[in-house]
């Protein structure tokens, strides 16, 4: 008798990882949670998860044979059991292989108002309970995949040669200048010179400015950690606390940066397609509306990425004869409505938005040679809209230092910023991804609250 993973026996009968004590006929051990328990006269059926993989394993018992546990037709949904048996394979069955128990051991048991029982439940439930969530089909498969996203960006980046910096959470600066930041503070009275810092402290808004300077000694580096915006958006796509993932490249101008942002990109989703196709085929057939996600995702994989200027974007929405909320003209910030007709009307698939105004983007991009636009580039997705923002960085110090005195940002805030420009500095480039937001492409989920283990929006904290 062995004690098992399920996700060992199911990589044992796929031919990924033989494994003699997952035989036919060998005698197993399990344990996890119960997702169903339903018996007919003296057989029962429990389906039972143990984390360890998407697909939960059959457990088939007569009620009269088992050994240690003489009420096994009562155990409800939730309990977690410990399972002992022998392992049947079940070829061309729906599932391919059963335990037929002979001993079961209740390991802890489950009050009968547990709120996931054998239905549908919607998102919007699952958001208030957002500790019990994890364990149903849709958030076990959502969260793997985070994880496994998460583990392909660190291994694009680490194959690349890039060197992965830790930027503080707690700074002194705003890197977009958006002035959104949320306040540290020890003190009720906001006298910040005699605050814990000595000075007024926020949470980061992006590690970009921290991560430059490690680039002009690395070449290639990115910081990939949590960040956070006092944005009042109550929109599917904005949270207060994010994830985001910023490489910051030294010698590479904006042509490079997209390049990056594209390998990347497909590394990563073929990563997940590789890696999760049970959770991806769950999420294609049951969160996806349209059931296309993993054809999506596929096409995207082989395709290339066309890239339009903000000022032909201008043009399509001009000529596009809809009815924007917002209405267009050359200038304005683009807002979700537009950049999704661009990538979902015009272009069908990911799309990059180059050369913005200057007015409209961050003090640190790079004016482009007709003065008016910015080297910058945006990463637009269908469902999504904005999935990555980078550009080119100012590396002119006199043309850096006249943007921030025009934008009044004080210069010797930034002198550190600055002195980068002075001491050998090079022309580089980087970009920022939302973890969230490329969750919500990958998986298609709509709402940026479920991809979210504890979701922090405006007027929702919980826990
Ligand atoms: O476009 P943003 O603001 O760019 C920066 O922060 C740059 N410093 C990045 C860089 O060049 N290093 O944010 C980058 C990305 C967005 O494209 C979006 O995917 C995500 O971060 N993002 C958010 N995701 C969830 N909730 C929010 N409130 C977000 N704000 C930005
Ligand atoms: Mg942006």
């Known amino acids: 008798m062995q004690k098992l993973l399920v996700d060992e026996i199911y990589k044992s009968v796929r031919g990924v990882t033989p494994n003699t004590a997952a035989s036919d006929g060998a005698e197993v051990t399990i344990s996890g949670w119960i997702r169903t328990n339903r018996s007919n006269n003296n057989i029962g059926f429990i389906s039972l998860n143990d984390g360890s993989c998407f697909n939960c394993c059959q457990v088939i018992y007569e009620s009269n044979k088992i050994d240690n546990y003489t009420d096994i037709t009562k155990l409800l949904t939730g309990c977690s059991i410990e399972v002992t048996g022998k392992l049947v394979m079940t070829p061309g069955a729906q599932q391919p292989f059963e335990i037929n128990a002979s001993s079961v051991v209740l390991l802890g048991s489950c009050d009968a108002d547990y709120p996931l029982q054998k239905k549908r439940h919607s998102l919007e439930f699952l958001r208030e309970i957002p500790h019990l969530r994890p364990r149903t089909n849709t958030f076990m498969a959502v969260f793997k995949v985070r994880s496994l996203v998460s583990q392909a ?21 705003d890197a977009e200048g958006a002035g959104e930041t949320f306040t540290v503070t020890t003190r009720d ?8 810092f000595g000075k007024h402290a926020c949470l980061t808004v992006s590690g970009q400015l921290h991560v430059e300077p490690f680039a002009l000694a690395f070449g290639k580096v990115y910081t990939f950690g949590p960040t956070f915006r006092a944005e009042n958006s109550n929109t599917a796509f ?22 990056c942002m594209e390998k990347m990109l497909k590394f990563v989703i073929k990563s997940v397609l590789d890696n999760a196709p049970d959770e991806m085929k769950f999420l294609n ?5 349209k059931h296309d996600l993993i054809d999506k995702l596929t096409k995207v994989v082989n395709s290339d990425f ?8 201008i043009d399509y929405l001009l000529k596009s004869g809809r009815d924007f909320e917002y209405p267009v003209e050359w200038g304005i910030d683009l807002k979700s409505e537009h950049e999704r007709y661009i990538c979902e009307q015009v272009v069908g698939g990911p799309t990059f938005l180059i050369d913005y105004p200057k007015e409209i983007k961050a003090f640190y991009m790079r004016v482009n040679d007709d003065g008016k636009t910015v080297a910058a580039c945006d990463l637009l997705v269908p469902g999504v809209g904005e999935l990555i923002g980078g550009s080119q960085r100012e590396e002119r110090c006199d043309v850096l230092v006249n943007k921030m005195q025009e934008l009044g940002i004080p210069q010797e805030d930034l002198q550190w910023y600055l002195d980068l420009r002075r ?3 090079v022309k580089h480039s980087g970009f920022g991804l939302g973890l969230e937001r490329l969750l919500m492409y990958v998986t298609g989920v709509s709402n940026i609250r479920d991809v979210l283990p504890y979701a922090r929006t405006p007027r929702n904290l919980k826990f």
């Open 306 to 313: 066309r890239a339009i200027t903000y000022t032909e974007a």
């Open 285 to 289: 057939d049951f969160v996806c509306e």
């Open 423 to 425: 001491f050998g500095g």
């Open 153 to 173: 960006i660190h291994e694009f980046f680490h194959d690349e040669g890039f060197t992965y910096i830790h930027t503080p959470l707690i700074t002194g600066n």
């Open 238 to 259: 904005h949270a207060s606390e994010f994830w985001m993932i910023e490489p910051e490249l030294a010698f590479a101008d904006l042509k490079d940066d997209m390049a």
């Open 189 to 196: 009275d906001g006298k910040y010179e005699e605050d814990f």
